[in-house]
């Protein structure tokens, strides 16, 4: 094990950026258009970086009717700056508490999700983070987030025609990973260790 003084600290634009390609690549992958990333901190959002996106108006009228589907679209998009997060800093021997950092606003905002879903424990929210990090780490979801988290890095603000060629780049959410995620509650919930 290694040892707190042995930790490799990560620069803050660093985890910002995996952590907001990570948002993007989940909205991407679920059919949601991402209009802008930044790393760049922010009062109005009160974060170090935020991803803004536009729902169609289907999505919008199936949000608004708390379709079960929509629902949990939105929960995955919350947990997977922290499902990034945690595979960049687990190839690295990074303090886990810093994987924590930033990830107040979106785990309330995944509850409230979750709770018109009727799923109020939180192993329901472990569940979510699980799925949101299996799928991150296809290779070829992964390595989107990585080109997104490079870009950010050097950039700090893309529009979505700059970020035209990670939307392409990314697979959509395959339908049997909706079984997979329901499975992964249920599982979560009886066995919670």
């Known amino acids: 094990m290694v040892g707190t003084d042995e930790f490799v600290e990560r ?24 209009v802008e990333i930044t790393t760049v901190p922010s009062v109005v959002y009160n974060s170090k970086g935020h991803v803004r996106w536009e729902f169609s108006e289907g999505q919008a009228s199936a949000i608004a009717a708390d379709d079960r589907r929509a629902l949990k679209s939105l929960t995955l998009i919350a947990t997977g700056g922290v499902a990034a997060d945690g595979i960049h800093a687990g190839s690295l021997p990074t303090n886990p508490h810093a994987i924590l950092k930033g990830t107040n606003s979106d785990f309330s905002n995944a509850r409230r999700h979750m709770e018109k879903l009727g799923e109020t424990q939180w192993t329901d929210l472990d569940a979510y983070v699980a799925i949101a990090t299996h799928l991150m780490k296809q290779a070829s979801v992964w390595a989107v987030v990585e080109f997104v988290s490079q870009i950010l890095e050097e950039r700090k603000y893309l529009t979505a025609d700059e970020l035209a060629e990670g939307r392409a780049r990314t697979p959509l959410f395959p339908s049997e990973s909706w079984d997979l995620l329901d499975a992964a509650i249920k599982d979560f919930r009886e066995n919670p260790e």
């Open 11 to 34: 620069e803050d634009d660093v985890v910002t950026a995996y952590h907001e390609a990570g948002h993007a690549v989940m909205a991407w992958a679920l059919g949601v258009k991402v």
